[in-house]
């Protein structure tokens, strides 16, 4: 069955830097759009980032252009999201999650991981 | 880009219908037909429930429909079962090739 299993959260200060992974199983990974989507503590959803199959297509929401940077390497069926620049609002528990046509929607979700982002 | 906006709670008795309002604008959810909606319990991942405006993926009851007028789409519950109670978030592809989700709204089943 499809599979999301997210690490590399954890506490960081602020300014410093973290790189999520995202292994997946179950799919054809190189045929997906997929998603990075954050959701801070008591609040909701807000999507991050998004990666074409082929990796040429990426698009970031502003709160995070510039400091973050998605990735995916097909052979090892794994995304990856770099997080550098840290901020005390960038704490929130981060999802790795399948694309539905194309990235208009997501369709399989981790369980996420959590970035706490505190001196 | 500004977050969709949805009521903070709707509540509903068990049986009965309840919709869920998303209003957006013309570049995000009247401007394409990639409405999404996704129920969320708490301490769990979401759940896509709803695609293309009104498409349910496999697995999904029929007792979820969604719609849209203009630049507002709706999720419509009937129906309504006790699993029902959750978090529900609608989200919208945009003019600038981004997604960007609605504030949430909190179901109470009474």
């Known amino acids: 069955q499809v599979r999301l299993v997210e690490s590399g959260g954890g506490l960081v200060k602020p300014g410093g830097s973290l790189r999520l992974s995202c292994e997946v199983s179950g799919f054809t990974f190189s045929d997906y759009y997929m998603s990075w989507i954050r959701q801070a503590p008591g609040k909701g959803l807000e999507w991050v980032s998004y990666i074409s199959n082929s990796r040429k297509t990426i698009y970031y929401a502003d709160s995070v252009k510039g400091r973050f940077t998605i990735s995916r390497d097909n052979a090892k069926t794994s995304l990856y999201l770099q997080m550098n620049s840290l901020r005390a609002e960038d704490t929130a528990v981060y999802y790795c999650?399948?694309?539905?046509?194309?990235?208009?929607?997501?369709?399989?979700w981790g369980q996420g991981t959590l970035v706490t982002v505190s001196s | 880009q500004s977050a969709l906006t949805q009521p903070a709670s709707v509540s509903g008795s068990p049986g009965q219908s309840i919709t869920i309002s998303c209003t957006g604008t013309?570049?995000?959810?009247?401007?394409?037909?990639?409405v999404s909606w996704y129920q969320q319990h708490p301490g769990k991942a979401p759940k896509l429930m709803i695609y293309e405006v009104s498409n349910r993926p496999s697995g999904v009851p029929d007792r979820f429909s969604g719609s849209r007028s203009g630049n507002t789409a709706s999720l419509t519950i009937s129906g309504l079962q006790p699993e029902d109670e959750a978090d529900y978030y609608c989200s919208s592809y945009t003019t600038i090739s981004i997604l960007v989700f609605g504030g949430g709204t909190k179901l109470t089943v009474l």
């Open positions: 013309s570049s995000d959810v009247g401007g394409y037909n990639y």
């Open positions: 999650a399948r694309g539905h046509e194309g990235a208009t929607s997501m369709d399989f």
